[in-house]
């Protein structure tokens, strides 16, 4: 053999080996990285490991990041900083900048982006793919990208819409395509048949971006028909969504760091999806398809309410509050609306100065994302081991003077108690069993679930009419003139 | 290439069932976190980003790569350091 030829041999398998410990390093990088996803997670479930859990998570990124950088086939990083450096900048910005009660459409945007980086890189290996001679694109790698289009774009307006509605740039009430399942259905149909044809012939990847735009136009009429009250199943499902886009982008690379870290969000959020869906007690394909409305033969609002509904001032519940021993407050949405998080810790403060107990009670779906009431009253600085769960504060409302309902209307409302109206079976806060309950509203008019609240015109409740804001300040003056 | 396919198609399976365990049992104050916490780990699709833009096979997947590192860093660094100010705000209403 030719000495030359025999030396380029050796140069190459050494080439080859060295090639292939890069990608085994790579490889393990990419398990010690889940691995930090997986104690990350577990520690975001657990109130003292949490801040630790979430700094394991953006380690085990970190070490995905730098792995990825090690690869061979990446001739420039101009781009990489560039993108990089943008990004950072836009999500610390956006992350410090937020309100916290800005959090939910937050959430919603950041969510979007994942999906939408998705839909970007699955399209562009696609492109490539079908370039090279060398490399064409396998089965496994269309199939997943066309799962990846799907879900990605779905994702990414779905989030947009969301975020629209949460930040009220887009009407929070459920908006009606008419014919919209049939819409849906076709839309559903047109991306499958889009998916075959892109499988079948990889090469024309223009079919690849009308695929997204069919899932893209199919994340705004899923999302927009889907009403305020029920965002926090919608969140969380789209939160799961985008970690579902990351793990099929993960078959388009096989890549097993992508496809680990975005089963594990999958996961998660169909585990919070679920946990809210119980919340209300509806299906996750009633939440998503099916419009609540006023039930046949429900009883009118004047039936419920005429003569019977009582309006308190605030002097009036300042009295009641000094003769109680032990307050409940109920926050609602209306509570976030108002940003009133601050006055509800003065109001607390007062009557905790004097002996009285106050606590919180949290319904799980209290507001417009999961956990949403918990964020907000932490920003007011109030305990978290005052905020009771449903179940644990159920049971103390007939040994509780006064509840204080504050821009929360479904979630307390007596008649999910009974059958045939739309928020039968749904688990509620029993403040109806307390000695006095204020209900702090704008005016009677019915929440999400559109039904009168029998609660108002009960023997033990009262109405004080006005915002959170400004009836909780009356209420913080009228007592301390009190003293 | 089937059993690499099947190598892959396990170990999502497997991934899913541990993310599953992992959290089966969230306490509502950490719902929000856990969730933005979470999204933020959804943007790993950065990987795959940072490959496209790195690459340079063609212009075009250039800058679709280019942009998709944009939106997962937004992701990514949006969603762990908003996730970190919840937390912090959370202890803080503890220590009182």
Redesign the interface.
Known sequence: MNSSLLLASIVGSTGVAENGIREMVINLSYLVA?IL??F???G????RK??R???I??F??LI??IA??A?K?????E??I???L???A???F???K?K?TS?PE??GL??G??G???V??????L??SS??TTAPP?M?MTIATTLSGIVGGVTFFGSLIAFGKLAGYVSEKSIIIPARHFINITLGLVAIVLSIMIVLDPSRTELYWYLVAVSSILGVTLTISIGGADMPVV??LL?SY??I???A????????????????????????TR?MCVAMNRSLLNVMFSVLGPAEGAKSADDVYAGKVKSTSAEEVAMLLEGARRVVIVPGYGLAVSQAQHQVRDLANILEARGITVEYA?H?VAGR????M??L???A?????K?I?MDVINPTFPETDVVIVIGANDVVNPVAREEGNPISGMPILDVDKARTVINIKRSLSPGFAGIPNPLYAADNSLMLFGDGKKALLEMIAALKEGA | ?PT??IA?IT??VM??????E?????????????????????????????????????T???????????????????????????????????G?
Do not use: C
């Open positions: 889940s996803f997986i990350g997670l577990k975001l479930s657990h109130p949490a801040v859990g979430n700094w998570g953006s085990g990124m995905a990041i990825t950088l690869y086939e990446i001739v420039s990083f781009y990489i560039i993108g990089m943008v990004g950072s836009i999500g610390a956006l992350a410090l937020v916290m959090m937050m959430v950041l969510n982006f994942g939408g980086s998705s970007l890189v699955a399209g562009a290996v492109i490539e370039l090279t396998t496994q969140i969380s939160n985008s970690g886009a990351g793990a982008t993960g078959f388009v690379l096989s890549n097993t760091g992508l496809i680990i870290a975005g089963s594990l969000v999958g996961a998660s959020g169909i585990i919070l946990i949290i799980p994302m999961p956990g949403h918990n964020v009253l932490a920003e600085n109030i305990p978290y081991d905020l769960e | 290439m690499d396919i892959l170990i999502f991934a899913v069932f541990i993310g599953f992992v959290i089966a049992k969230v306490p509502p104050t950490l719902h929000t976190p856990l969730m933005s916490g979470s999204n933020a780990i959804s943007g790993i699709t950065i990987i795959g980003a940072i490959i496209s833009a790195g690459t340079q096979h063609t075009l997947t250039a800058i679709l790569g280019l942009v998709a590192v944009v939106f997962a860093m937004i992701n990514v660094v949006g969603g762990f350091m908003v996730t970190d100010r919840m937390l912090k705000m959370f202890q803080k209403g503890k009182k």
